[in-house]
């Protein structure tokens, strides 16, 4: 199945729910005496399905059944989408009819319509919770684990504490680099504090690096105060100011007042040599930045703030003096390692001699990127065994021609985008391969089918759309 597919799949469901739940829906259900508990229960085994997308999405790369069931949702959820929109209409109509009477809309309403079939409706309801009520069983003899409801692909805020004895792969080279800027003393440099921008695709190893960095022995002693922030794609000023001062005094902080965390902060790296991390940062929004940029001109020269993003416009708007390091691909051999080790679980690969020429061939298609050696070695481990490797191997998942597949190591990167930025990029699968798009015209089909979220008013939503834009 198809990456975009999941992606959709996951939207149209969360958009069929609050369908569902909408005072348009509810009154329509009250006043032609319907039952909407039916449509309630839709709703819940909908998002009990939602619940374990992400699972399904991950495991159908090495379980050919997972991927069968992928396949069963789509149709049953698009059986469902149509249903739910038929009702939706009909709701439209009866509020406009109700509310406008002959105004043009309802004039439109009225003669495009099919005539709305009342009596089957339960039983369409009634059938379709059957099939999902089914595909909700599968998933539990599938083993498919669900995250908390509408949150699925949210993160673990990552930290700096790694593991002991965390074994990373082919970063010498540029911790070597970055860590020589990290220890310049900026004597010279007009500006207090340095940032040193780290940007790559998702999963290309940013993070890692920043806490390869962070927690460097002669790193630590260089800086009179260290702290980590996670950011990620929702910025709130108030939360980074807070953790920023928390990590530094290594106490809570239960005062959520802007202008009290801000002196706080400041008195805190006043005339102090600073490192701060802000990892996963996406805000663009240049005045967010200047009032937190404003509070680090109160360190002492030397100081650095190592920010790690996907963009590289929030590179642009960050870096000062430091110019911008773009995080490499690891190298096949680098990405064989990293897969053995999660393969064999830390034993030798010389274990399994049988596995290690295709284990090379598998790791080349991760095309260099550790998160996607990462998984597949943890997937693999579950089964080491060489007919099952080669499966893997041979199976059609890898293969680009297919209008509609993504390389495994994309399709990892691009599960671990914030849900609302999967659906925008997955509508733009709509388009040829060759098709060139202009923006606006996207940001306004992203709007029609509700994508961007709701704002005061039109303009404001096509600002938001131009965000996800980039
Ligand atoms: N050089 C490496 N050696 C070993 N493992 C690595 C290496 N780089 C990354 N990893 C592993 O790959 C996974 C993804 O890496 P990381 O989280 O650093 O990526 P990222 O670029 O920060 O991704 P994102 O943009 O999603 O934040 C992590 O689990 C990490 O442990
Ligand atoms: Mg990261």
Redesign the pocket.
């Known amino acids: 199945m198809a990456l975009v597919g999941e992606a959709l799949l996951s939207g149209s469901i969360k958009v069929m729910c609050d369908k569902i739940a909408s005072g348009q829906f509810m009154d329509f259900f009250r006043a032609r005496r319907l039952d909407h508990s039916l449509v309630d229960k839709l709703k819940v085994k909908l998002m009990t399905l939602h619940a374990v997308l992400n699972d399904a999405e991950e495991k159908q790369i090495v379980n050919r059944a997972v991927g069968m069931w992928l396949d069963e949702l789509k149709h049953a959820v698009f059986d469902a989408e149509d249903l739910v929109d038929e009702i939706d209409t009909e709701a439209s109509r009866r509020k406009a009819k109700d509310q406008t009477k002959k105004t043009q809309v309802w004039n439109f309403l009225s003669t495009s319509r099919k005539p709305f079939n009342y009596k089957g409706m339960n039983g369409r309801i009634e059938v379709l919770f059957n099939k999902l009520e089914d595909l909700a069983n599968q998933k539990d003899i599938l083993g498919l684990r669900g995250g908390v409801v509408g949150k699925v692909s949210q ?1 673990t805020p ?1 930290t700096s504490v790694v593991e002991d004895g ?6 010498d080279g540029c911790k070597e680099k970055l860590k020589a800027l990290l220890l310049l003393s900026d004597n010279e440099s007009s500006s207090n504090f340095s940032v040193v921008p780290i940007v ?12 390869l960095l962070y927690n460097d022995e002669q790193v630590k002693e260089h800086f009179d105060s260290n702290a980590w922030v996670c950011v990620s794609e929702q910025y709130e000023g108030l939360r980074v100011i807070k953790t920023l001062i928390e990590e530094i005094t290594k106490k809570p902080c239960d005062i959520l007042e802007m202008n009290y965390l801000e002196v706080q902060l400041r008195q805190q790296l006043m005339g102090k040599r600073f490192l701060l991390v802000l ?2 940062l996406w805000n663009e929004n240049y005045g967010d930045w200047d009032r937190l940029r404003t509070l680090f001109t109160y360190g002492a020269k030397g100081s650095k703030v190592i920010v ?3 963009s590289r416009r929030v590179a642009s708007i960050v870096h000062n003096t430091i110019p911008i390091h773009d ?1 490499e691909k ?1 190298s096949d051999e ?1 990405c064989w390692l ?1 897969l053995a ?1 999660h393969a064999f679980r830390n034993e030798n690969p010389g274990a399994h001699p049988d596995l290690v020429e295709i284990g090379k061939e598998i790791a080349c298609k991760c095309d260099g990127l ?2 996607a ?2 998984t597949l070695g943890g997937l693999l481990s579950c089964n080491l065994d060489y007919k099952e490797w080669n499966h893997i191997l041979n199976s059609n998942l890898w293969d680009p021609p297919h209008a509609d597949s993504v390389l495994p190591s994309l399709r990892l ?1 691009y599960h ?1 985008l914030p849900t609302y930025l999967k659906r925008c990029f997955a509508y733009c699968s709509i388009f040829s391969k060759d098709y060139e798009f202009e923006k606006e015209n996207v940001i306004l089909l992203w709007m029609a089918e509700g994508l961007v979220p709701q704002a005061e008013n039109e303009k404001a939503m096509e600002e938001v759309g131009a965000e996800k834009f980039t």
């Open positions: 993160r990552t965390f074994c990373t792969y082919g970063r790559g695709m998702g999963g290309v190893g940013k993070t890692t690096l920043a806490q990892d996963d790690t993003t996907r995080l690891l680098d990293l080790k550790p998160l050696a990462k990167s671990y």
